[in-house]
T-cell receptor
Framework: ETGVTQSPTHLIKTRGQQVTLRCSSQSGHNTVSWYQQALGQGPQFIFQYYREEENGRGNFPPRFSGLQFPNYSSELNVNALELDDSALYLC????????????????FGSGTQLSVL | AQSVTQLGSHVSVSEGALVLLRCNYSSSVPPYLFWYVQYPNQGLQLLLKYTSAATLVKGINGFEAEFKKSETSFHLTKPSAHMSDAAEYFCAVTGTGGGATNKLIFGTGTLLAVQP
């Protein structure tokens, strides 16, 4: 049990639609990161939020956006869905200030499996 | 840029046999290195991490990994495989420099099968 809950667990959308994925972290976890894991691949970093501000972004287009709320929940929004957006989306939270340090541990949720048809 | 390469997308061992999962990294500066395990329909669980202290790192469930700078390797081992070890294993490295240190760069994973 990691204390990180993602919803929904599965989602099916059609190309061009918009989707919102949600993540609920433990109290005190001020940093949340989102990763995309395509089938047969390792997770890829989308972006990170620290205290409700974006704190780093991977090689993903602007149609991927996020929000972090004071209650330790966060959202990943994807606009204009494409077929290649089909993947498992993972949320990871920590108590750190962003940079992965010696003593910091990331807690991953079980993910949302998004299928785009 | 940092990267990791996992040799062997599928590894099969017999129960009780040695588990060896290979990971090589590319980094211009000493990295932090990680091994994660992913069971079906679950998120990632940290097995162990190297953060420039001891080169032999012991993790959970009897796994350990050795950081070898000369070989740029961080292979994961377990002396005796259990059926419950069947899962996908990911090696990861942190980025370096500026905001890159706040992300993990993962390999493509190795699916471990344990035969009875």
């Amino acid at each position: 049990e990691t204390g990180v809950t993602q919803s929904p667990t599965h989602l099916i959308k059609t190309r061009g639609q918009q989707v919102t994925l949600r993540c609920s972290s433990q109290s005190g976890h001020n940093t949340v990161s989102w990763y995309q894991q395509a089938l047969g691949q390792g997770p890829q970093f989308i972006f990170q939020y620290y205290r409700e501000e974006e704190n780093g972004r991977g090689n993903f287009p602007p149609r991927f956006s996020g929000l972090q709320f004071p209650n330790y929940s966060s959202e990943l929004n994807v606009n204009a869905l494409e077929l290649d957006d089909s993947a498992l989306y993972l949320c990871a939270s920590s108590t750190g200030q962003g940079a992965i340090s010696t003593n910091e541990k990331l807690f991953f949720g079980s993910g949302t499996q998004l299928s785009v048809l | 840029a940092q990267s990791v390469t996992q040799l062997g997308s599928h590894v099969s061992v017999s129960e009780g046999a040695l588990v060896l999962l290979r990971c090589n990294y590319s980094s211009s500066v000493p990295p932090y290195l990680f091994w994660y395990v992913q069971y079906p329909n679950q998120g990632l669980q940290l097995l162990l991490k190297y953060t420039s202290a001891a080169t032999l790192v012991k993790g959970i469930n009897g796994f350990e990994a050795e950081f070898k700078k000369s070989e740029t390797s961080f292979h994961l081992t377990k002396p005796s495989a259990h059926m419950s070890d069947a899962a996908e294993y990911f090696c990861a490295v942190t980025g370096t420099g500026g905001g890159a240190t706040n992300k993990l760069i993962f390999g493509t994973g190795t699916l471990l099968a344990v035969q009875p």
